[in-house]
């Protein structure tokens, strides 16, 4: 974990694994959270292949031909889902237990000793910190966790990432609380945005713009990313930089050329910034986040003595919304209710990361643009088209986007009724009196 410059992040499906881990990227985090859907044979069976993993016997079919990974694949870790849900299938005292403590239990239980033996250890990713009192609880749960598996102190390591408004205003009492087993912090861009949309869904002065408008050179989010780098070098610990989805088109390189022009700009800015990593999406981009990241650190493993004394953030920096320079546009409404409703369709069949206008999106997407939705209504904003968003606005544009959609997929894909599904459910979503904090436990409650 001492060089991450490139982090790639995926599925736990044994094809994911070995294709992961063969990519070229320095991490592998297989992901629990935003890329899968809580199904609880989805569940098993990636505990299953990353038994394999760690114990050497992982093979996967791929092409027609068996593949398994190579002697010198990347670092494996694994992201946990969060707090917020349950692990409904397995219950403690009668009470279900957190889901994060089921994919971390039965991992690091089942693999702790595999991993140590092969020279590597049990390394997660948390995610969903609200606070320093996250951090706390982790702790104890990786101490207690140490003394049960005779392992010793410190043999968990744990990179956090900071995704929330709470988070960010506490990176550093986190970094202390875990300072045991705290390798890095990342900064998760889009769930950083959807939770500004729920920490302050009442104030019409925290109306974010169109989805496009913001970036990593938004100043309030530029003020959270300097931020992080210059809290993690001066504790000692890693920063890692924001996703990036984009799936280069291999047939047609040209048509995606300027998202993949877009993604050497970001990586670029962010090795320049300080940052020791980033992550990534899609194998193909690995050499291309790699290359910008070795134009900076060369031959060293990243760049923890780039302290940043010049960064100075205030709280007003991180919360300052209007100097975004975006505006709040019909396409962007349209664009929210269209990347929803498909992601969300696809999510109820079981299908966690899905191909949307040339980019991977996960879950952290479909909840921002959901949130989004609704703040937009709730807030009444007005278009720069004068028009006003309104209930009968969205059922106009759901209509209209939902028909643009069964289109564009075809009947094939539309016969099952998945994203009619899907839209009934975000348009009822987008008119109630309080957002509802995490779609997925809004479809559990509707099943």
């Given amino acids: 974990l001492v060089d991450r410059r490139t982090e790639l992040v995926g599925l736990v499906s044994r094809p994911a694994l070995v294709e992961g881990l063969n990519s070229g990227a320095q991490v592998y985090m297989a992901d629990f959270e ?174 974010l713009p169109d989805r496009d408008s913001l970036g990593a050179t938004t100043p309030f989010i530029r003020a959270f990313t300097e931020l992080l780098v210059s809290t993690c070098h001066r504790r000692g610990a890693h920063a890692i930089g924001g996703m990036s989805g984009v799936i280069p088109d291999e047939l047609d390189p040209a048509r995606t050329a300027p998202m993949v022009r877009k993604v050497t700009v970001d990586k670029r800015r962010e090795a320049g910034d300080g940052f020791d990593g980033t992550r990534i999406g899609q194998p193909a981009i690995v050499d291309i986040a790699t290359a910008e990241f070795d134009r900076v650190l060369s031959y060293r493993a990243n760049q923890l003595e780039v302290q940043r004394d010049d960064v100075y953030i205030t709280a007003s920096d991180l919360l300052t919304i209007h100097t975004s320079r975006g505006e709040c546009t019909e396409s962007g409404l349209r664009t929210a209710i269209r990347t929803a409703v498909h992601y969300i369709g696809e999510w109820l069949v079981g299908i966690g990361a899905v191909a949307i206008d040339d980019h991977l999106e996960d879950t952290a997407m479909a909840e921002l643009c959901r949130a989004q939705i609704w703040q937009w209504r709730h807030q009444t904003v007005r278009l720069t088209n004068g028009v006003v968003v309104d209930d009968a606005l969205l059922d106009r544009l759901f209509a209209e986007e939902l028909a643009e959609l069964r289109v564009h997929l075809g009947e094939p894909a539309w016969a099952d009724g998945r994203y009619e599904r899907a839209a009934e459910l975000l348009r009822a979503w987008s008119s109630l009196d309080d957002l509802i904090p995490f779609f997925p436990i809004a479809v559990a409650g509707n099943a």
């Fill in 34 to 207: 935003d890329t899968i859907t809580p199904e609880w044979a989805t569940i098993l069976d990636g505990q299953r292949n990353l038994a394999h993993a760690y114990a050497g016997t992982l093979t996967a079919e791929i092409g027609g031909e068996t593949r398994i990974p190579n002697p010198d694949h990347a670092t494996l870790m694994v992201r946990t889902r969060g707090w917020h849900l349950e692990e409904a299938n397995l219950a403690i005292d009668g009470e279900p237990i957190a889901a994060s403590l089921f994919d971390f239990g039965v991992c690091v239980a089942t693999n702790a000793a595999a991993a140590v033996a092969a020279d590597t250890g049990p390394y997660f990713y948390l995610p969903k910190f609200e606070g320093p009192a996250d951090a706390l609880l982790w702790h104890d749960v990786l101490e207690w966790t140490e003394a049960e598996l005779g392992l010793a102190a410190g043999t968990i390591r744990v990179s956090v990432l900071i995704e929330t408004v709470g988070a960010a205003f506490a990176m550093d009492e986190i970094l202390f609380a875990l300072r045991d087993h705290i390798t890095a912090l990342h900064a998760g861009n889009w769930d950083y945005l959807f939770s500004m949309i729920k920490t302050f869904a009442a104030d019409p002065e925290m109306v």
